[in-house]
């Protein structure tokens, strides 16, 4: 059982752990060091990670302590956190942006409601801000084709 404490940890905030690994991929995708492979690896890190989400509300276990309430995560926020920056900082990266669409398509099958809504939501708005960025129209009209295919499929 994690302890509270003065410092985040990963144990006691879930989100604390997708914003740094979001923020490893925004000093990779920098163009001091434009390393793609790096925002990729984390990419697939993170949807592993929210894949074994579970909305504990949902449960009917009865609770370890009955006096301690605590806000539910929502998976707007768990998205966001994971994927928005890279979404945001790798908008021009090609191969980012095709492995960041492939990442929202498997959430969009994710059993929790709550997280497939918003992978589908998401996944259009990243989708949005990659065809503003990404300048050469043959790469734009992969990526938005690949992309439309994962939502029919």
């Not at 276990?61 to 707007?76: F, G, K, N, Q, T």
């Not at 996944?123 to 295919?149: C, H, M, Q, S, Y």
Request: proline share 5%; hydrophobic share 40%; glycine share 8%.
């Amino acid at each position: 059982m994690a302890e509270t404490g003065n410092v985040r940890t990963y144990d006691q905030d879930p989100r604390f752990g997708l914003l740094l690994r979001s923020g490893i991929v925004s000093k990779a995708l920098s163009s001091g060091i434009n390393d793609p492979g790096t925002a990729i690896d984390v990419l697939n890190r993170s949807a592993r990670i929210l894949s074994l989400y579970k909305d504990e509300t949902a449960s009917d276990a009865e609770p370890v302590h009955d006096r301690l309430h605590i806000r539910p995560i929502d998976p707007a926020d768990l998205i966001i956190d994971a994927f928005g920056g890279i979404a945001r900082d790798g908008a021009r990266e090609v191969e980012v942006q095709q492995r960041l669409q492939r990442v929202m398509a498997g959430l969009m099958q994710h059993p929790d409601e709550g997280v497939s809504a918003v992978a589908c939501d998401l996944g259009k708005e990243f989708l949005e801000r990659a065809r503003e960025a990404i300048t050469w129209g043959p790469d734009r009209d992969r990526l938005v084709a690949k992309a439309a295919k994962r939502l029919r499929d």
